[in-house]
């Protein structure tokens, strides 16, 4: 039995148990996944602030999470805190637009990506960038609906999304395409055969790398020095994440 | 009257006191400061887990100042939120080290930086490059001291940063070099004689580059569409600056 | 059941079953797995000249396997002609470095390569520079064993690749590390006890991603017009190949 | 009492005497400003050549200026000669397009650069990556506008600065706007309440970064060996400059 | 007398003549040139399979010629394996494209590519960035002909070229273009008059940096240790070559 | 008849033979070689305030030799004023170090640099930097001879620079390595057998990329609309070189 825990760092729990129901879709046959969801902050994060906030919301929750598991995803859109998990827990960690980037890297030479909702497009662009991929990245566009609009249209927004992925093949040069942002997922199963190139789906790439890393079994990566700061004004749970104590670092 | 909130974004009061000390050396006649501290996280950030958690506690302090101001130092040296805060705030914000290195910029074609604690290495490189400055970066070093050992043994301290700074100079060309960490701000002064070349502190560095962006007096950056999610589970405060109502974009 | 094509583009079959062994150690359940080696060419390449002809040796031994296969692994550690093989089948094709890499990008920052014999050194940096991983590489490292003398003494060749794996923990900063060239291939294995970041094996990695690649089932990039070029001189299966017949284009 | 120097690399006193008047509207209480203006060269920089006489120019303008003071202000918009400068100065240099840049990064995360006179487009642009800037700078527009059609048709030239400024906007994601060009220094004034980001201009960032700098009062970089080469065909001034003898190294 | 060797890596020889004319035409007085055509492969590679089999069949071509040559130029537009000729070869080795993207970059700041069929751009991308050019390159433009359609109607072609000539220059800032695509060598002396940038020719740049090199008289770069692979599979020539037998590495 | 024109931007006469000297040893039969000298600034320039001064010295040069040239050599080691001297004249420029690197990339695929004076490092990192050849550039390093050192015991100066090589050959990966340096010219002939690699020379490579450049006889680039700048306080030849004069635009 392999345990996937799915964290949602927006607060929208209908987000959560649609990115929960696309990873089930995608998980191997003996996974388990359980899906939480931030206690605080944005419904769907789509600026700084509330994703500096969603930082500690994905912390926290994983924090509160009593029972074990094999490896996390962070199923937020920007991938936030996902550097932190992986240090302090001792299990895989994957954000999903860093999994659909990395799957794109292995079908593709370079790739687009394709967002709902324009402001998040820099926010996008930093992250891909950071991760160093600028070498892979044929370009990115936004196209101008929300989740409301794509629920009283998903017609429309389906076309736009299609127009802004073929904009990226025949003017950018991509060959692959990542859909980015939670609330759009499952997303690529319908346009993926409209457009001539493989769409990528972060929960879908997720899921499936980290069945991967588990599978690798890797120790975790033990570089630093011992801490000495102390912590205060955290949930008992949070201290004990961030303090490294072996029950907080799950596997079995 | 100019009002610079100077916020510390480790929980130790006693840094604050340090920083804010500093600050008030090198602020101009009519600058008044506050300084605030993190109500909760690591009383000395060194690790990515507690930078995150220092990301809310930043915001969350801000939010619950009530007295209004007219720039923000971020005073924790990884710069934590910065970027966040700019975007919810109407009046200039800036990071100490981040102050800093713009600082030793404009004195000299490369710089490096040297650093307490070998484990904030990369987070400060990490920092430093999504600054774009990879270009001005001659190098970095950390010495082992702690603020324990350094109190315990300045003079140790002092002659392990003086060394780190000569072989920045010597072996990686070096023209200016930042002193980095909350906990050693106002050390530039002792050691600025015992070097060839200036030294940056971010303290100082912030609130001139503060009191200068006041007087510039530039309005916000308004690019973004109107957000439109929907907050929960914060503080007041905190969803009030997260709301950009006017009452916490201070300025008057 | 999922069949795995693993290409060995040394003319080595000693090494062949050395490759196929590990790859069968890390395959799944229902995972079968053909190994071919190339017809011609150097028993091990490690430089340019022989690397070229690999090339064609790659697209020789695949166009001349009969069965089906659903997804190919290029064995190969300079991953020799991984771009020309995805661009003519229809299924995924990894290389064995770029699956250590980019499963390296999955558990750290930065990553640090080692590899036996000087000479390929220069290779492997513009491989891996070419896959745009500059930001993520941190450093590279040659021990002066060759497959020879790896077998006539282990321990030696074993204690130069810890040393130099600690070289690239301690002074280059990498958090985790890939070893390179396929002889070495299973070493991972012996050594992770002895390190404290996680050692990654490319044939481990491949075998793993490509599992995982079979299973999100994407379809081929068509982003390019027809091909109008005669080809002539080739083997009639190279042809084939080349020239996108279907029964070529394997999966079923 | 602060004293700038403000040295105008272009030949023309029209020119100086805008610039001059800029800067005293931004300058603190107790500063004065001496403007000197190019003995020789082009009225107004616009190409290469003219840029490398434009060099000596600033040089020998500075070397000619018998009053002390505090710090310089290169007013030319290509910054020429401010790194030569910098090194043998003994006060802090800033050039009025690094300044603007500089302050721009302060408060965005990308800006974008408008300018008249297309010619000098690829100018600029290789100064400001050669100042390392790449990431920051989202893009670089020119209008058409020549001082003389500016001064002809005022309204035409803002109208077309405001769209360039709005096309760095929209398209290129610039979150802040240099506005470069000696020749239209304090049209930021004007243009500020019609664009949605924050317009910099070169004379008030530079005037502001050097009242600053001084306040922190670093040593000049003393980085370099003696230099032994024997220079003449100079005028006094100008040898004495560049042989660093103290008295030309001002501040007192 | 000089001896230089032309390969052409495309299977064609009729288009092997026209380098062969072009290169002649270009030729200094005492030089004599050979012209060698692939004997297996693309008639006009442009994909990259095709690429793959035309650096064995480079390599193969260069082995099977018996007479002495004193440098090489490689007549195959993607420059396959050039970097592997100049290991195994102790003459200068200088690719078509690489020398027109060099002479370009002697005469201009920024040059751009103009190609042929659309399907090659992401190669020639590739290829130039691969040569560190990056910051030299101001844009690629293909142009929707193919041999067959330029010699249908070469006028249409022509012109097609000369407009994304001039939108490499208007939009691109390209102050030199590239003629790209060895079908289309000589083009340029047609298209000069009628574009205000200087055009460069593979087959002339390269011709003339080669007669150049060999009157530099550099000796070949030995940085390896030696090889100890074992060859097979390979013709006898082939062999020689890659064993760097003193027969196949000619000059005398 | 060719007529090349080199320009020495130091004063030193004693350079400017030696210069001559060695052009004269490379260049072709039919090359008449007329050397001038910088008639003002720094016998050897070093630093960054020479550099600039030299950038006029270098167009006056210019601007006063009365004789038709077909082509320029900028024969001081920073390639002082180079690409102003393209935009002016009518005939191919080439700088020394430009030429040395260009034709180190031609025969390696990572070059290293030397030169004499430590103070000069930073100046040729940028400048090679600045000509976007990062990735091609392996490393640098400065011996501390000076010309007086070097004649005073030349075997001493040699043998550091062999040290200084074999450093850039096996720690740095070096293939090429440009010995740069105006003082130093010709001093590759002897250095050349004692090390594994090619070592490049600035004059022999700018009058070999010279002569070359004149064979492909390009036209000069015309993409900037016209120049309205108005000179003043310049010497007569200066003011027509930089107004575009035909008269001073030779070659015929």
């Given at each position: 039995m392999t345990r996937l825990l799915l964290v949602n760092g927006n607060t929208s729990k209908t987000v959560t148990q649609k990115l929960l129901a696309e990873a089930e879709r995608h998980a191997g046959a003996n996974v388990q996944i359980s899906a939480i969801t931030a206690r605080f902050g944005a419904d769907l994060v789509s600026d700084?602030?509330?994703?500096?906030?969603?930082?500690?919301?994905?912390?926290?929750?994983?924090?509160?999470?009593?029972?074990p598991y094999d490896a996390v995803l962070v199923a937020i859109s920007l991938d936030t805190a996902v550097e932190a998990l992986r240090e302090v827990l001792s299990v895989p960690v994957v954000g999903m637009t860093e999994a659909a980037c990395w799957q794109a890297c292995l079908v593709s030479n370079r790739f687009g990506v394709v967002m709902p909702d324009r402001n998040t497009l820099p926010l996008y662009r930093e992250r891909i960038l950071n991760y160093g991929l600028r070498e892979r990245l044929?370009?990115?566009?936004?196209?101008?609906?929300?989740?409301?609009?794509?629920?009283?249209?998903?017609?429309?927004?389906?076309?736009?999304?299609?127009?802004?992925?073929?904009?990226?093949?025949?003017?950018?040069?991509?060959?692959?395409?990542?859909?980015?942002?939670?609330?759009?997922t499952g997303l690529q199963?319908?346009?993926?055969?409209?457009?001539?190139?493989?769409?990528?789906?972060?929960?879908?790439?997720g899921v499936i790398l980290l069945e991967g890393l588990i599978r690798l079994n890797l120790p975790p990566s033990h570089v630093n020095g011992p801490y000495t700061?102390?912590?205060s004004g955290l949930s008992g749970p949070c201290t004990e994440l961030l303090s490294g104590l072996p029950s907080a670092r799950t596997s079995i």
């Amino acid at each position: 039995m392999t345990r996937l825990l799915l964290v949602n760092g927006n607060t929208s729990k209908t987000v959560t148990q649609k990115l929960l129901a696309e990873a089930e879709r995608h998980a191997g046959a003996n996974v388990q996944i359980s899906a939480i969801t931030a206690r605080f902050g944005a419904d769907l994060v789509s600026d700084r602030a509330s994703n500096v906030i969603a930082g500690h919301a994905v912390l926290d929750a994983v924090a509160h999470h009593q029972d074990p598991y094999d490896a996390v995803l962070v199923a937020i859109s920007l991938d936030t805190a996902v550097e932190a998990l992986r240090e302090v827990l001792s299990v895989p960690v994957v954000g999903m637009t860093e999994a659909a980037c990395w799957q794109a890297c292995l079908v593709s030479n370079r790739f687009g990506v394709v967002m709902p909702d324009r402001n998040t497009l820099p926010l996008y662009r930093e992250r891909i960038l950071n991760y160093g991929l600028r070498e892979r990245l044929a370009g990115l566009r936004a196209i101008e609906a929300t989740v409301q609009t794509h629920h009283a249209a998903p017609a429309d927004s389906e076309a736009a999304l299609r127009a802004a992925i073929m904009d990226l093949v025949v003017n950018e040069g991509s060959e692959a395409v990542v859909l980015a942002g939670a609330s759009m997922t499952g997303l690529q199963r319908r346009l993926q055969p409209l457009v001539p190139v493989p769409l990528l789906d972060g929960i879908a790439s997720g899921v499936i790398l980290l069945e991967g890393l588990i599978r690798l079994n890797l120790p975790p990566s033990h570089v630093n020095g011992p801490y000495t700061t102390t912590l205060s004004g955290l949930s008992g749970p949070c201290t004990e994440l961030l303090s490294g104590l072996p029950s907080a670092r799950t596997s079995i």
